[in-house]
């Protein structure tokens, strides 16, 4: 070891008493600076990754690389030093680890200088650093691998450009044979060998940040294939043609041979191997959550997942991912590939039975374009349910500002799981709830039955009956019984029951001072749920109940989620003409109907379904008593109710066609105030925000001209990292959320025993809040950001969450159903139960302070501008309602998936500033290491004259 390093000491001496490394790091640092900021537009992808950095590594590595290693042994051949090499007292191993060390230590300080990269990254955006840890350790892999080529190729040769030709070929053809463009003319099974083969394709699963040990026997087995070519080439320099020799020569040739078919087999051996690595992630996107894992092992019937793809479009992580789904499933999960251009059976079966079309995708070369139609389907079967991944849901097209475009799957694991959880929890039964119970369901009915009014005095009676039912089915897993809370052998006292679960008497009428009990305790071991009386008790109304409240305490069935948005029914114009209302969420609804049964609500009726788990409110206004009675007694019947309430919504503009916004009228902004959160009536500003298309209008010498800019737009506010709350499961890992129009949340409520009280989202400190309504922009007179800026700027409140005890916003007053009809004399609902004053401590609210984040305008406006970003307002309302039901299984593998971290909103001056410091530390460093040579120079020569007689 030490005779090596001497040798490498000597190497490196030679290449930095030369101006060899000074131009060799030079290119380097260039060539590496120009891919990152001009070529990949770093700034233009908006993207706080590397991915520029390590994106054209493997082909600057091959000629870099080559460069260096060309004149290694060549140059000893050439000038006849290289006999003289060989006969020194060192041994040929040494000699040619020693080169090989020099070349990588050389490559290494050259890939360590461009460090600064990802520290800018960092200072600019939330940088995950693992996929720079794999980036760097795959660039010094693949150098290792081309640099043993390299020395190879130069003992082979006493002519450096033959060298260098030869070893850029030889580099060239690893990287092309897994490249896409070669692996495209063969079959998946073969392409996938090829791909195993490619220097290029394993440098691309190393630089993701995952470490496997299949790619580092690749690089290692290549290194020490072509290291020990090397050795044998300078060994059978000093070979002679004799007999006498002749053993020797297949001794050595023999072992050479067995240790190549030896590193070989070792690599088809570990190729099926694909559990042994290391996912450097931050969040370990490469890797199976143990939710997932968890659902696979508990599997009672066999789980099928077939893709249909057409030919060359089936992309290998796809594969790669099903494995692993079938390695965690003990053998219930079938995998099958079908290509519906050669199965026409299968292809008519995907037709008519699951509806799979092929997708119309735009292909395009050098010679042209067309659209070829193509399957790109995943289908998930469980005994009768099925559902289907179509191209839409596993692909993520996203343009960048300088007009590139990057295809890539999306979180291909959160869409498989999600799928499989749908299609499991779709196919199970109560009766197979029943059997699943680790502990026995307790159905106590409180009642007064003496005190309940008339429309309820069969209720009991009715509540038994069905009960009963569940007994005779549950195979003794469920019990009933039924207590009078006034009798004096009742177990629990009025008292009692307001202590333990919160229960209060509810009044017969608003004008009765009389009281009843008719609420219901679902016990499974220690947890207990509520359920409350509803106007329809009849036995399909009561059963229901029963059922709701058992699938919501287990984890075998899908949640219902209701959702209430306002009526988008079209505007009138000034002149006749019909103009968009602008209040379609149609967006909202498709996502959450991907994971839950999303149910649209109108309200009308005062109640909400006691099957509804999460009751989302998504832009209140023109809401009557009735219907804000509601949402009041689902909060108090312990329920989630997730509302944004913001005080402005969007309105066309009459007269110029443009956007405007109106406060809301008759909204829920007396109701949240009683709870103890204040909406203002202001719109919030903020000089950290998402860009907006708005018409400008300029004067251009007297002629007043509208064009359409996107520029930075204040009410668009874009809420970072340090504006949201990271202890909060809403919140895990989201990067960016843009709140269109908020209004600033004023809490009048402090945290208690009885709430727990969460600020979600903040505006940063720059911001500040106008009660004007205008919109559009006045570059004129404000020409930095369009709007009048106030000196007074602080962090605003956007989002909250609260649960606990809440009090009734109808506190004290009658309830709406109760109220005499002026024209027919009536009350509304007569059957009507008696007003809750008071909720469970499991109630749960979740304020948004706009109105129109989840708009279906405002988000396809995001996505022309921004691409993905949009993307991040759906996900937020899904961690909303994750956490509402409680199911944190799907929010803990959405957060882990692979959104882009954007990067902090700069200016042009600022990206200026960046770059150009970035070629002055390029500089600093080139300046350091030619100063660095002419200090060894001058040392040099002063130790040459002190030994000179």
Known sequence: MKQTLVVARKELNSYFGSPMALIFVGVFLAATLFTFFWVDTFFSRGIADVRPLFNWMPLLLIFLVASLT????????????????????????????????????????????????????????????????????????????????????SARTDNQLISLIVTVLLGGAFYLVGAGGFTDFFSDELGEIFRALGSGARFESIERGVIDLRDLSYYFSLTAIFLGLNWLALESRGWSEGANTRSHR???????????????????????????????????????????????????????????????????????????????????????????????????????????????????????????????????????????????????????????????????????????????????????????????????????????????????????????EFVSESDGK?????????????????????????????PVSFFSSETYYLYMLLEIGAEAQVLYPSSDLSEASIRSGIESALKRSSKGFLKVIGMWTPPNVPQQGPFGQQMPSLKSYDMLGQVLSENY??????????????????????????????????????????GAVVAAAGNFIMQPDQFTGGLGVQQVTDGLQEMLESYGISVEKKLVLDEQNEPFPVPVVRDLGGVQVQEIRAISYPFFVDVRSDGMNRESQ?????????????????????????????????????????????????????????????????????????????????????SPLERIDEQTGEAMKPEAVGMLETSSPNARLVVFSSAEFLNDTVLNLSSN?????????????????????????????????????????????????????????????????????????????????????
């Open 70 to 153: 060309m004149r290694q042994w060549s140059e000893e051949q050439q000038s006849g030093t290289l006999e003289i090499l060989l006969t020194l007292p060192v041994r040929l191993s040494d000699l040619v680890l020693g080169k090989f060390l020099a070349v990588i230590v050389l490559v290494t300080v050259s890939l360590a200088l461009t460090l600064f990269l990802p520290i800018t990254v960092s200072l600019l955006g939330n940088l995950d650093w693992g996929p720079v840890i794999g980036g760097y350790l795959a660039a010094v892999l693949l150098a290792a691998a081309y640099a043993a080529m390299g020395l190879y190729v």
């Open 250 to 468: 297949r001794r050595i040739s023999l072992m050479v041979t067995l240790t190549v078919l030896n590193v070989v087999i070792l690599n088809v051996w570990l190729f099926p191997l694909r559990s042994v690595r290391l996912d450097l992630t931050a969040q370990r996107e490469y890797s199976l959550s143990g939710t997932t894992r968890e659902m696979l092992k508990n599997l009672h019937e066999p789980l099928l997942i077939r893709g249909y793809f057409s030919e060359k479009t089936h992309p290998p992580p796809i594969r790669d991912m099903l494995k692993e789904y079938r390695i965690a499933s003990n053998g219930n999960l079938e995998i099958d590939f079908v290509d519906p251009a050669q199965e026409p059976d299968k292809e008519a079966e995907a037709n008519q039975t699951y509806g799979i079309r092929p997708t119309p995708l735009q292909a395009a070369d050098r010679y042209g374009s067309s659209v070829v139609n193509s399957y790109f389907d995943i289908l998930v079967r469980y005994g009768d349910q099925n559902v289907v991944l179509n191209f839409q849901d596993l692909i993520e097209v996203e343009q960048y500002r300088s007009g590139q475009i990057d295809v890539r799957l999306q979180n291909l694991e959160y869409d498989l799981t999600r799928a499989i959880k749908k299609v499991i929890y779709g196919f199970q039964s109560i009766e197979s709830i029943m059997r699943s119970l680790d502990d026995p369901a307790k159905l106590t009915l409180y009642a007064t039955p003496h005190t309940l009014p008339d429309s309820l005095r069969n209720a009991p009676t009715v509540i038994g009956d069905v009960a009963a």
């Open 478 to 506: 469920f019990e009933f019984v039924m207590v009078d809370v006034d009798s004096v052998v009742s177990p629990l006292s009025r008292q009692d029951l307001y202590e333990l679960y919160g229960l209060q008497p509810i």
């Open 597 to 638: 049964v999303v149910r649209s609500l109108d309200l009308v009726d005062g109640e909400v379904a006691p099957d509804v788990d999460v009751l989302m409110v998504i832009a209140p206004q023109e809401m009557n008593d009735v219907q804000r009675y509601a949402i009041d007694q689902y909060l108090m019947r312990g």
């Open 730 to 814: 809403v919140l895990a890992n989201m990067q960016a959320i843009t709140m269109n129009w908020p209004s600033p949340i004023t809490l009048e409520v402090v945290e208690d025993n009885e709430k727990e009280v969460t600020v979600l989202l903040q505006s940063s400190q720059d911001s500040w809040s106008t009660t004007d309504t205008n919109i559009q922009p006045d570059m004129d007179v404000y020409p930095e950001l369009g709007f009048p800026i106030s000196p007074e700027r602080t962090s605003q409140i956007l989002a909250v969450s609260m649960q606990g005890l809440f009090e009734s916003f109808f506190m004290g007053n009658q």
């Open 865 to 949: 501008l921004s691409g993905d970003r949009y993307l991040n307002s759906l996900q937020l309302a899904e961690n909303v309602v994750d956490w509402a039901v409680e199911d944190l299984d799907l929010l803990s593998i959405r957060s882990r998936g692979t959104a882009s971290r954007p990067l902090n909103p700069i200016s042009e001056r600022e990206q200026v500033f960046w770059e150009t410091m970035n070629y002055l530390l390029a500089l600093l460093a080139l300046g350091i290491l030619g100063w660095s040579r002419r200090v060894r120079g001058r040392n040099e020569e002063k130790m040459e004259l002190s030994v000179r007689p």
